[in-house]
């Protein structure tokens, strides 16, 4: 995984409990890269997972509620560090849409050894998309999370609905977002 991920991972737990928080779940967790983390490396996807699943359980909080949380917080880091000139996009619909195709299509040609996740869209109703995603990551939850942190962003109220995923058997996840007028 993109080591920009694990410094948003730094920054919220240090920003949110502070750096002895940060520096005890490295402790507990020993990840093979020490948790010294730079934006261009590419670390093992466990050690995130491992140090989310420790903060979930020392927290008594679900661990799809932490993932999403991060999500949530990784929206602004990676929004304003995106290689996409992200300002043309007004609203949330057409950035949701324009992340598959445009912003990913351009990481993955900076950084041609990222893997990334998989977004197919419908569009059923003009208050209603449907994004499709699929991960061997199955980071999901950090998906429904962008996109909360994404609609704060573009101050549009949604509700995210979510049917069908890969924790519960399903080959992708179906995330329905709901755009309110």
Known sequence: MQGSI??????MIV???GIEKWN?????????????YTSGEQYED???VNILVLLAEEKNIPLEKVVEN??????KKLYDTSPVDVSKLDNLKDFLLAIDQVIHAEVKRLHPNAYLPKFEYEQNTPNTLTMYYSSKRKLCHASVGLILGAAKQFNEAIEITHPECMHRGASRCKLIIHFKD
């Open 70 to 75: 991060f999500g949530r917080y990784l929206f």
């Open 15 to 17: 920003e949110q409990m």
């Open 6 to 11: 694990y410094t948003a991972l730094a920054d």
């Open 46 to 48: 466990s050690e995130l």
């Open 24 to 36: 005890d779940l490295l402790s507990q967790t020993r990840p093979a890269s020490g948790g010294i």
